[in-house]
């Protein structure tokens, strides 16, 4: 286990790889590239700014979409000793002023290129905001509270690197989706991000001639690994267009990628759409999955689609930082389960599977609840300790994170993913709870019985909203449309069903599987 005393702070390799390769570079975008040195040089400015402008609260607010903001902005705001809450520009605004209000921000940096939709989307005067623009000399001007300042104005770069930093201090503050209806906030501090860096820096090396994609939005914990692992060993970000992802291969080959990070459904799709010819990527040497499970035929078609990468299967929830177990796919084994285990916990943290009471902690072959331990956990969800005494828990003198995950220990010591214990899904690699869904179409249609359900179409998944047809007919359009006022568009239904009466189980509980039924019965026979 890596001493916690002896871990480098991040930010302080990150400046180290600075110093090595300044004119290597950093992060690259289809039509300019910005090298070490003047990333930095601009995230010193933003953090010069902050410093002075944004000293009441320990949250800024990022919205932006992988542009020059995105990447100078998350590290200035590090450097200016803050911690970024990504604001996710294809979020609806209710949501975003939820995450806001929430967050308490008071300063959010915007990106040029989101600058039209901000001004659309906040309704919050009081918040300020900084824009950026890579059009302007001088990288940076201001804009107050809505009003264009008639010069560029240019921020004194935070003079020495940065500011002190507590190793309790957040990095980032994430929301993620919550039974409750509303989004819950998750802050992860640096002593948990320093433990993830010094990992991945170990087991996953990368030099400055390696090139890593950036997939992942800055709203899903898995670009923090983009972003700082990447970075912090002198490798180069690549960051593609917005439609650049949906012609992949092309993004690998033209941008000449040798690293590679997604959920498992883009890798799968790319399957699907023949994009995984034997020998396609050469220059690939690490494929990496997370976010959901890794199916054995995805992976083993990756592996010859690069014959030279590794093929990793990461896992972690967001409250674990990232990601906090590996399995490396070497094509030599197959599970029943079809999904690729999700391998053993990093040294440095702990899995074990106990009983869904919490009392036993089970033998190999049994399966059971996951929990977690070790130094890369949250301490609970932000300001709200009802949600997280459920599922933050101490044990035998440790703390535990409850998954919610169900799993089981092989022979080998290996953990494999059965699934899930509630009604928490996964939709192309986005975490949602079913019942933040279901909370948004009671409110909108004042009925109680609502069961939203997960259906696999030949080509992809989709999810239908079902309810009991009473003799009032619903008004589905203004539900699907107070759906789309709320939720992110992967959270939308895809169509209403009513149904005479929900199925319920022996104990009168909603009969979720036999729901999932019905609604395969009604498509396939429509
Ligand atoms: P998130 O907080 O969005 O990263 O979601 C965490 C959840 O994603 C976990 O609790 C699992 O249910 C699922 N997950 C993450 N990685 C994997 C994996 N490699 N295999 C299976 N499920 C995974």
């Not at 480098?8 to 910005?34: H, I, K, M, W, Y």
């Not at 970000?237 to 941008?255: A, E």
């Not at 790319?270 to 990527?281: D, S, W």
């Not at 589905?476 to 992110?488: G, I, M, R, Y």
Request: hydrophobic share 40%; with cysteine.
């Amino acid at each position: 286990m890596l001493q916690k005393n002896l871990l480098v702070p991040f930010l302080d390799v990150f400046d180290q790889t600075v110093r090595s390769f300044p004119n290597a570079p950093a992060v690259e975008f289809v039509d300019g590239c910005l090298d070490y040195q003047q990333l930095m040089a601009l995230a010193l400015q933003v953090a010069g700014y902050l410093k002075v402008h944004a000293t009441d609260s320990p949250y800024i607010g990022l919205f932006s979409s992988r542009s020059l903001m995105t990447y100078a902005g998350a590290l200035g705001i590090l450097l200016a000793g803050k911690a970024y809450v990504p604001l996710n520009p294809g979020f609806p605004s209710e949501r975003l002023n939820v995450i806001i209000n929430k967050a308490g921000l008071t300063t959010v940096l915007v990106g040029k290129e989101t600058e039209k939709v901000w001004g659309i989307l906040n309704s919050h005067p009081s918040v300020s905001h900084l824009l950026f623009d890579s059009t302007a000399a001088q990288g940076l001007f201001a804009n107050d509270n809505g009003k264009h300042l008639s010069a560029i104005e240019t921020f004194e770069p935070l003079a020495e690197n940065r500011c002190s930093i507590q190793p309790s201090d957040p990095v980032y503050l994430l929301f993620t989706s919550g039974t409750t209806g509303q989004p819950k906030g998750i802050a992860i501090p640096h002593q948990n991000v320093n433990e993830y860096v010094a990992w991945a820096r170990s087991e996953l090396p990368l030099t400055h001639q390696d090139r890593c994609s950036q997939i992942f939005e800055m709203s899903f914990d898995l670009s923090v690994h983009d972003l700082l692992v990447t970075l912090c060993q002198g490798a180069c970000l690549v960051i593609p267009r917005d439609g650049d992802l949906l012609f992949p291969s092309q993004y690998i080959t033209k941008r000449r990628l040798t690293a590679w990070f997604s959920v498992p459904s883009m890798g799968s799709q790319m399957k699907q759409l023949g994009l995984l010819k034997p020998g396609a990527y050469p220059k690939l040497r690490q494929v990496l999955f997370c976010g959901e499970a890794l199916p054995i035929a995805v992976a083993d078609a990756w592996s010859k689609a690069s014959p030279d990468a590794r093929i990793l299967n990461l896992y972690g929830p967001t409250e674990a930082t990232i990601a906090m177990a590996l399995y490396e796919y070497r094509g030599d084994k197959q599970w029943s389960s079809g999904v690729v285990p999700i391998g053993k916990a990093f040294p440095h943290m702990e899995a074990e599977v106990f009983d869904t009471e919490g009392k036993v902690q089970l033998k190999p072959g049994h399966e059971g609840e996951l929990w977690l331990s070790g130094p890369q956990l949250a301490s609970g969800y932000f300001l709200d300790p009802v949600t997280s005494k459920a599922a933050f828990v101490q044990l035998n003198g440790k703390d535990w994170y409850r998954t919610g995950d169900l799993a089981m220990r092989d022979a080998q010591g290996d953990l494999l993913f059965l699934g899930r214990i509630d009604q928490q899904i996964k939709i192309r690699g986005y975490r949602v709870e079913i019942g933040e869904i279901e909370h948004v179409l009671r409110k909108s249609s004042g009925r109680d019985v609502w069961v939203v359900v997960l259906y696999q179409t030949i080509r992809d998944e989709q999810l239908i909203a079902v309810h009991e047809n009473f003799t009032e007919p619903l008004d589905n359009v203004k539900c699907l449309t107070d759906c789309e006022a709320s939720l992110p568009t992967y959270m939308i239904p895809s169509a209403i069903l009513s149904i005479p009466s929900i199925p319920r189980n022996a104990n009168g509980k909603l009969d979720r599987k036999a729901v999932l039924e019905l609604v395969k019965n009604h498509f396939v026979t429509e």
